[in-house]
T-cell receptor
């Protein structure tokens, strides 16, 4: 069972709103990721958590704030986003990081208006 | 600097024939390679992987070939089915530390399997 579940599937938010994307996996994976994907582009890494600690931040603007409450959960808190932040946000997990197969969730479509 | 390249943005293959998707990489630190399939509005689905100690890995209709000297890998799908129509991403990583340990994706190849 390789399942990463993300909620919500679709989110529309204004530039002054605060919202969160949520991700959950019950595969016992100790590494979790946030990726961003724009249309016709490959996924771009944003953050990597390994054993609940932030290991990589790919110079992501502070309006995106990740949180890993426990080994199964990963959140992405959103505040004061811009329209250009509209994209598909993908959560993923792997057994460990680095060097293992990464399994993606279905993604959360974010539209910033 | 595009370290993983998929030079064919699209490919059309007839149902039942072989689909061959190609991928080139430049970083000699990469030692683990993966293929993902992506339908519109969904996350990428892992298909098959290969470690640099192998030159071939097979899983059902999918086979990945790795040519380390040429820094080239390919995904073969035999026989191709209409449900295989999707965007295929090649990805690579180095199983160590440092920036090469990130999963680096190619730009994708859109496969269309026609009836």
């Amino acid at each position: 069972d390789t399942e990463v579940t993300q909620t919500p599937k679709h989110l529309v938010m204004g530039m002054t709103n605060k919202k969160s994307l949520k991700c959950e996996q019950h595969m016992g994976h100790r590494a979790m990721y946030w990726y961003k994907q724009k249309a016709k582009k490959p996924p771009e890494l944003m953050f990597v958590y390994s054993y609940e600690k932030l290991s990589i931040n790919e110079s992501v603007p502070s309006r995106f704030s990740p949180e890993c409450p426990n080994s199964s959960l990963l959140n992405l808190h959103l505040h004061a986003l811009q329209p250009e932040d509209s994209a598909l946000y993908l959560c993923a997990s792997s057994l460990v990081w680095p060097g293992n197969t990464i399994y993606f969730g279905e993604g959360s479509w974010l539209t910033v208006v | 600097d595009q370290q993983v390249k998929q030079n064919s943005p699209s490919l059309s293959v007839q149902e039942g024939r072989i689909s061959i998707l190609n991928c080139d990489y430049t970083n000699s630190m990469f030692d683990y390679f993966l293929w993902y399939k992506k339908y519109p509005a969904e996350g990428p689905t892992f298909l098959i992987s290969i470690s640099s100690i192998k030159d071939k890995n097979e899983d059902g209709r999918f086979t990945v070939f790795l040519n380390k000297s040429a820094k080239h890998l390919s995904l073969h799908i035999v026989p191709s089915q209409p449900g295989d129509s999707a965007v295929y991403f090649c990805a690579a990583s180095a199983r160590g530390t440092g920036t090469a340990s990130k999963l680096t994706f190619g730009t994708g190849t859109r496969l269309q399997v026609t009836l």
